[in-house]
């Protein structure tokens, strides 16, 4: 059986994983049928409800959410899985279990992110990554993508599958 693919967008929250991320899924859909998005905050409450916002709680759910995303490439599906996994253990788990792992980093300003601040936590600074708790920010991802509002999420997408393309073409 053919392995899947895990398209991991990462960043910081109100980094644009979710909208980035979810116009991938919906874009790769619509030429794939065996593709899932599993998106970090909706993850949460089915396989973290159980634990906290430390950092070594915040690290548990990332592996929880990692595994699922192996098993199921494993069965041929492909993965978009957006997510902060603010610790660089997790990602390099990723590589080493995950043979068809495709990390794509969300990167933002520091000011993009206190303007948007999207749900408030910039502002609470309580639990939030890259503010009181610490993001190790990927130093190896495959695709950078600086996303301070110069593009729009559907040309971000678009330039980011040319440039799976190219890849996989080489």
């Not at 919906?26 to 909706?42: E, H, M, P, Y």
């Not at 068809?100 to 600074?125: A, C, D, M």
């Amino acid at each position: 059986m053919k392995q899947g693919t895990v398209y991991f967008f990462t960043g910081l929250a109100g980094a644009g994983k979710t909208t980035i991320g979810g116009l991938f899924y919906r874009r790769l859909k619509a030429v794939k049928n065996d593709v899932v998005l599993l998106d970090g905050d909706q993850i949460r409450p089915v396989f973290c409800e159980d634990i906290g916002y430390s950092n070594e709680d915040r690290t548990r759910g990332a592996f929880r959410l990692f595994r699922v995303c192996q098993m199921l490439a494993e069965q041929g599906i492909d993965v978009v899985c957006c997510s902060i996994s603010m610790n660089s253990e997790a990602r390099e788990w990723n590589r080493d279990n995950i043979p068809n792992y495709r990390e794509i980093y969300i990167r933002v300003s520091r000011e993009t992110l206190l303007q948007r601040n999207q749900k408030g936590l910039y502002t609470t600074g309580k639990n939030v990554v890259g503010v009181d708790l610490p993001f190790d920010e990927p130093q190896h991802p495959d695709i950078t993508i600086q996303n301070d509002g110069t593009q729009t999420p559907e040309h971000i997408v678009e330039q980011l599958e040319h440039t799976l393309q190219e890849e996989k073409n080489r």
